[in-house]
């Protein structure tokens, strides 16, 4: 068969293409939710303690921030279906593992090496849908379709967490990875051709590691630090690493033709300004989510179920907004709608600073829905800023970078929301949580502030011309 007709046969099936792209998003997406609803059952089998249900999320959440980029460049180099079909095996093989899981220690590791396969899929999968639709505005609708996706992903993962949690057990939260891991696969091998980038970019060992090290120390620290008192010998030694790698990053970086991060692109405000609303707006959910998945069920006595269906409002609220969201972004531009977010994000926590176990479910349900617009109203923007004003050749890379801010915010978000509850509550759960976890709500309120503070300084006219100026001294010179 001729390159030809691969590529024919590769139109014929774009939509198809597009499919598979998006189930191997969604059973990614839906991992970074599905499994907060099943903690306060993991708790109970395997004995967890607050820090050890952290780590849990964060092990993932920290795999997959850190290596997104590592995984886009590494499928442009040696094949995007080939790099996507091993992220399929491996995110497969690490969801069985956690399902076997016989002791927290297990659970974590299996999650961290669940991720290696999810930063394999995401970046990848995207580079196909570019690669396959050729027209412009078909190449928009997949990216879009691509978008609702990921909002559906985050979205539905509480409520599916819930249903298996109370039918069948925890254990099938991750279960049910391995038939859609192994269909994706199949439909793979048959659908997906294979592409490479005409110029890929070169692996950057000493930058990954530098970031690895970077985010896992600081994220240890904060996590284990309650435990272990912040001012021991191994707490501030940690956090010292974590200074010490970022700041031997951003001069390494500048000094390489291809880094795995291009700090340039942070003279960019609008670029810095995605991708700190990215880490406020993540941060925020993954917090969210954590503390609230424990005061429904540990708090208000609620089972997994009760609690997924509970959180419903939020889903649909952020699968409402986010489609509508794009087509604002379209229309009036990203100020008001980021601006909006930030709002959103910061009055829906502000709803739970005084809950107790008996706090009238109303209340609830209006503070998810907020808070679900609010996360609905930010994506779209933060991923178009992100990539606004950057050189086409260059926009993949700023995307990227957006997206690993995503989870960087939600590992960071909620190391820091479980050791400031940790310290109200003594690391212990049951009715008296609920008054724990109100410290907790004040600091996602200030995330929201804080990403409305920033979309206000980096949205202007001026902010942009400054992006197009960055973009220009970005742009190779002419040989």
Do not use: K
Request: net charge positive; aromatic share 8%; glycine share 12%.
């Amino acid at each position: 068969m001729t390159a030809g007709q691969v590529t024919h046969e590769a139109d014929d099936h774009r939509w198809l293409v597009l499919g598979i792209c998006c189930l191997s998003l969604f059973i990614v997406g839906v991992d970074t939710t599905i499994v907060n609803v099943a903690l306060p059952a993991i708790n109970r089998s395997l004995h967890a303690s607050l820090d050890g249900l952290q780590w849990i999320v964060d092990a993932y959440t920290l795999v997959l921030g850190s290596l997104l980029m590592l995984g886009g460049s590494t499928g442009d180099r040696l094949g995007r279906r080939r790099v996507f079909q091993t992220g399929l095996v491996t995110f497969v093989i690490g969801s069985g593992l956690c399902a076997v899981a016989p002791n927290l220690g297990v659970l974590i590791a299996a999650r961290a090496f669940q991720a290696l396969g999810g930063a394999m899929l995401n970046p990848v999968a995207l580079s196909i849908v570019r690669n396959v639709f050729h027209d412009p505005r078909e190449r928009a609708r997949a990216i879009g379709l691509w978008s609702i996706a990921f909002g559906l992903s985050l979205g539905l993962g509480p409520v599916l967490g819930g249903v298996f949690v109370t039918t069948v057990g925890w254990r099938y939260v991750f279960l049910v990875n391995i038939p859609v891991g192994l269909l994706a696969f199949l439909l793979t091998a048959i659908y997906v051709p294979e592409s490479r980038a005409a110029h890929a970019r070169r692996i950057d060992p000493i930058g990954q590691v530098l970031v690895i090290v970077g985010l896992a120390s600081l994220t240890y620290a904060i996590i284990e630090g309650p435990g272990d008192g912040w001012g021991s010998v191994a707490i501030v030694g940690l956090f010292a690493l974590a200074v010490a790698s970022f700041a031997l990053l951003v001069p390494y970086e500048l000094r390489r033709a291809e880094p795995l991060i291009d700090v340039r692109f942070f003279r960019s405000r609008p670029f810095s300004g995605a991708a700190v609303s990215a880490i406020c707006a993540f941060g925020g959910y993954g917090s969210f989510l954590f503390l609230n998945t424990l005061y429904l069920q540990d708090a208000r006595g609620l089972s997994a179920l009760d609690a997924g269906l509970y959180t419903l409002p939020l889903a649909v609220s952020n699968i409402v907004f986010a489609p509508v969201t794009g087509r604002l972004v379209a229309r009036i531009g990203i100020r008001r709608p980021l601006l909006l977010a930030g709002v959103a994000l910061g009055v829906a926590p502000l709803l739970l600073t005084s809950i107790t176990p008996h706090s009238p479910v109303w209340l609830l349900f209006l503070s998810y829905v907020i808070f679900g617009a609010g996360l609905g109203l930010a994506n779209p923007p933060i991923t178009n800023t992100a990539i606004s004003g950057m050189p086409p050749e260059q926009a993949g890379v700023a995307g990227a970078i957006a997206s690993s801010s995503r989870q960087v915010g939600s590992t960071i978000g909620i190391a820091v929301v479980g050791a400031i509850v940790g310290a109200s509550s003594g690391a212990g759960f049951g009715t008296a949580f609920a008054q724990a976890t109100h410290p907790g709500w004040w600091l996602i309120a200030g995330l929201g502030a804080i990403l409305f503070t920033v979309a206000a300084f980096t949205t202007t006219p001026t902010a942009f011309a400054g992006a197009r100026d960055v973009a220009a001294s970005l742009q190779p010179e002419p040989t």
